[in-house]
Nanobody, 114 residues
Framework: QVQLVESGGGLVQPGGSLRLSCAVS????????MGWYRQAPGKQRDLVAT???????TYVDSVKGRFTISRDNAKNTVYLQMNSLKPEDTAVYYC????????WGQGTQVTVSS
């Protein structure tokens, strides 16, 4: 059974940085396309960034130039480096793994506030 565990969230001031991690267990990360999503209070869960098994990345326009998704298959971990954070980035961040089925983590809270 594939399990995903996110970490690295927290409270940060506007303009600050955080790095989220998504540790995958129960299977090899290299077999999965991975994504980061976020859900703000009262809103739907939206896509933030994706990375394919081959390393191709995509980003939603609102985070381009600020966020970077990466993967370390040897460590079975996917990362989301978030720079120049804004209050509107406040949300619960989830990672997912896709290969026939879709697997989700439990999420990690990111709060951007002064």
């Amino acid at each position: 059974q594939v399990q995903l565990v996110e970490s690295g969230g927290g409270l940060v001031q506007p303009g600050g940085s955080l790095r989220l991690s998504c540790a995958v267990s129960g299977s090899r990360l290299s077999m999965y396309d991975m994504g980061w999503y976020r859900q703000a209070p009262g809103k739907q869960r939206d896509l933030v960034a994706t990375i394919t098994t081959g390393g191709f990345t995509t980003y939603v326009d609102s985070v381009k130039g600020r966020f970077t998704i990466s993967r370390d298959n040897a460590k079975n971990t996917v990362y989301l480096q978030m720079n120049s954070l804004k209050p509107e980035d406040t949300a619960v961040y989830y990672c997912n793994a896709v290969r026939v089925f879709v697997y989700w983590g439990q999420g990690t809270q990111v709060t951007v506030s002064s």
